[in-house]
């Protein structure tokens, strides 16, 4: 790809989000920080509130580590797992005062040192937790269940603990442990400890045991091809690595690793069953996505392309100059605009087309230069990230872009509008070259340099420099395989996204930036996590009337999710109820670009979409910017009925448009 160019926008320190906390090891406390990662709120506050690394849920306190293997709770409104400290593990001698800091990280895992010296890598997807005690120390237990039984082998290296709400864990050590019946211990340890919650009978024992001596360290995932993810584990021994996959690993993985199944080891998790998988790499293919600036099928129908000239005339006509301070909502005004102008480019209406181009120019050029008057772009040099003046010192505006949630949401809107601009006119394109890579880098930077467990992980081709300035994919979880929007905040259920399709917008609009400068890497990696991101949200987002990861009671009353947690499902917005179903599938679609039909090709679910969420047409609050996105879907499969529909719209989402609209249903 192209060299690239120097950070170009103004540098300052956030306020916002404040200094790093005690919890990040000083070797790491240093630009850039992830800001979105799954193991968030080991770091954030008290550093106390749990998170779910499959298939356990986690806390640390006062120096110790909780150990859930959780139960679901499901209601037809929300699905949740409900944290109960089954098992505590920490150093006796450990003062309770000290802090856990996270020393290591990487795609797949996080590394704890706890006090007493101890060592936890955290591996998502691993069914034991592994406790590395690296001085002499003595090691204490303890459950709030009752201990009905313990069963230890000759050499006091394996102990199985039965409790009484009906939960078995086991214990193995490299050395021996003399464990009473109150899970107490009298003698120090040095060695390695393995947690595991037995899920099932002999045969599920007896696979945990003979795969307890090799534990992973940590976890690197690859973009090894356009469309393909790779993921590697460093172990401790060349002995065989069992991991849990998940049922999205598992539909995407090639051979042999699919040949490497064990379904007799398995553990629920809220993202559906995971099965053992004995290997030390896995590969996952995902299906092409193959979309570019315009229409797949392209529109050659004269009366059709008509009513689009009339619609885009009437559009530009309208238009005014975008007077929000918002980034969001400025960003999708861009947006807006920009999609104006593909269309009219696509049907040939050059006279909107110049048009549109110039007030896209006139109205993407103050961001670039700073000049915008109400709000700007800055560099955070505290965390290592693009936020706004206005969320600089107060953590609410923007909706909290400066402890940055939702960056990807807000930057893939400008890097589209960007992108476009780029294209129609190359050199401004040239001139502000600069910052549009930068507002891409935000979310869009492949990989670092970092030491991290005494490997160095490899630089790839792509956006990436020898000082990195963000984060590594600062939204998107390799392992779940679709982004975070939430950002530096304390979350009970931890890292949330609500808009997947916004998250698919902004892989697919970097994969446009890449196009408009001939960067063919920055094009491949777009649209490989656009696929997978819309694998994610098909899989977990979109409800299936025969879905085999929701309940019953959950299924029959929703098809789509509203906000996903990572360790809830809900129904609700954070800006609407859960009866407000035309909004729920809004937040779902939007905006409508070309790639959006890859999100939804199953005809059959989106007919079930379309009739549950038209459900809410009857109420009289309903607003006609929501209706048009039912509309939009119900022109998969009943066009005409959808045409009349559209027509009879009197207003738009702020990021929509009649002549969208129209280019949308004329294009199927």
């Not at 005690?22 to 709120?41: I, M, V």
């Not at 009866?579 to 959006?596: A, D, H, M, S």
């Amino acid at each position: 790809m192209p060299s690239l160019l120097p950070q170009p926008f103004p540098t300052t320190e956030n306020v916002a989000a404040g200094q790093p906390t005690k919890f990040w090891s000083p070797s790491l406390r240093q630009l850039p920080l992830p800001t979105n990662t799954a193991w968030l709120n080991f770091v954030l506050d008290e550093g106390s509130v749990p998170e779910y690394l499959h298939p356990y849920l986690i806390q640390v306190e006062n120096g110790a580590l909780n150990l859930c293997y959780p139960n679901r709770i499901v209601d037809s409104s929300f699905i949740i797992q409900a944290f109960v400290p089954n098992l505590t593990i920490r150093g006796s001698s450990s003062n309770p005062m000290r802090n856990h800091c996270v020393t290591s990280f990487d795609d797949l895992s996080v590394t704890l040192e706890l006090p007493g010296h101890i060592t936890a890598p955290l591996v998502r997807g691993c069914p034991y937790v592994t406790f590395i005690f690296k001085e002499s120390v003595v090691p204490a237990f303890s459950t709030i269940h009752a201990v009905l039984d313990l069963k230890s082998n000759e050499t006091r290296t394996k102990h199985k603990i039965s409790m009484n709400n009906g939960q078995t864990w086991l214990m193995y050590s490299s050395e021996s442990l003399c464990l009473s019946a109150s899970l107490a211990v009298e003698h120090e340890f040095k060695g390695v400890l393995r947690v595991a919650y037995l899920n099932g009978n002999d045969e599920t024992e007896s696979i945990l045991d003979r795969f307890s001596s090799t534990y992973p360290l940590e976890g690197h995932a690859v973009i090894s091809a356009p469309f393909e993810i790779t993921y590697r584990w460093a172990k401790n021994n060349p002995g065989d690595l069992i991991m849990l996959s998940l049922p999205m690993h598992r539909e995407l993985m090639t051979f042999p690793d699919c040949q490497c199944i064990c379904s007799s080891l398995s553990y629920n998790s809220i993202d559906g069953e995971m099965q053992g998988v004995v290997s030390d790499a896995w590969v996952m293919r995902e299906d092409p996505v193959a979309v570019g600036w315009h229409s797949l099928k392209g529109i050659a129908d004269e009366d059709r392309r008509r009513e689009i000239f009339d619609a885009l005339n009437q559009d530009i006509a309208q238009w005014n100059a975008i007077t929000t301070d918002s980034t969001y909502f400025h960003g999708k005004a861009l947006a807006r605009l920009a999609r104006i102008a593909l269309i009219a480019e696509e049907v040939k209406c050059l006279d909107v087309l110049q048009m549109a181009t110039d007030f896209l120019k006139s109205s993407v050029t103050p961001w670039m230069e700073g000049n915008f008057g109400g709000n700007a772009l800055l560099y955070d040099s505290t965390w290592g990230g693009l936020i706004s003046q206005n969320g600089l010192n107060n953590p609410g505006a923007d909706f909290g872009l400066g402890v940055y949630n939702d960056h990807h949401y807000h930057m893939g809107y400008f890097c589209y509008a960007g992108a476009v601009l780029a294209k129609l006119d190359p050199a401004w394109g040239t001139a502000y070259k600069a910052h549009l890579y930068t507002i891409a880098e935000d979310f869009m930077t492949m990989n670092h340099h970092i030491k991290q467990n005494n490997s160095v992980l490899p630089q790839s081709s792509g956006i990436a420099r020898k000082s990195p300035l963000f984060p590594r994919f600062r939204n998107f979880d390799f392992w779940v395989l679709h982004s975070w929007a939430g950002g530096l905040t304390e979350f009970l259920d931890g890292r949330n996204q609500e808009s997947t399709s916004e998250a698919v917008n902004a892989y697919y609009s970097a994969s446009l930036l890449g196009r408009a400068f001939k960067d063919n890497c920055l094009v491949d990696m777009g649209l490989t996590l656009a696929a997978f991101e819309i694998r994610a949200a098909q899989t977990l987002w979109h409800v299936h009337r025969n879905s085999s990861l929701y309940e019953s009671v959950f299924v029959s009353r929703n098809r789509m999710l509203g906000v996903l947690w990572a360790n809830k499902r809900d129904t609700g917005l954070w800006f609407a109820p859960p009866e407000w179903k035309e909004c729920r599938l809004g937040i779902q679609l939007l905006p409508i670009v070309p790639i959006t039909e890859f999100l939804f090709k199953d005809l059959d679910f989106v007919k079930d979409l379309v009739e549950w969420a038209s459900t809410s047409l009857s109420r009289p609050d309903v607003k006609d910017e929501w209706k048009g996105f039912i509309y939009a879907l119900q022109a998969l499969y009943a066009p005409n009925e959808a045409l009349n529909n559209v027509t009879a719209l009197r207003e738009h989402d702020d990021g929509n448009s009649l002549s969208n609209l129209l280019w949308w249903v004329h294009s199927r």
